[in-house]
């Protein structure tokens, strides 16, 4: 979920009532194979409810991408139909294509997001770089705590 207008920080959970009310302007859901129709559409209500402003819904075993969106948090939620690609997420002008392998994301720079895997990857091998050069000022006598 994105949520503007909040501080950065860590959260279990997003409780919109211990965040002035604000509600997530935008809303990603990847189904899984456990996940009912039912669910999703109380899902939907829920967003409709609380004032999202687009969410989109993403089922990677058969590739469908669905999406509402509306202009304000009072106006109704809208099904995005037909859901052209390659769409541009109004509010966030990241843009999504679909192919056939899967579903495509983008940074308005045109840029493609990475895959959750490779960022874990990227950052293990900072951890690693971090831990090398730490040791490496250790053994020229050298304390980083003070640097």
Partial sequence: MVVLGRPDGARG???QWEEDNIPPQVVFEILSPSNTMSEMAAKQQFYQQYGVLEMYFYNPQSHNFWGFQRATPEDSLVL???LDFPWT???LNIRFELFDDGLAVYHPNGELFKEPGDLFDE???AQQERDRALAKLRELGIDPETL
């Fill in 80 to 82: 995005i139909t037909p």
């Fill in 89 to 91: 997420s109004p509010l």
């Fill in 123 to 125: 950052r293990d091998r």
């Fill in 13 to 15: 959970s997003y409780k």
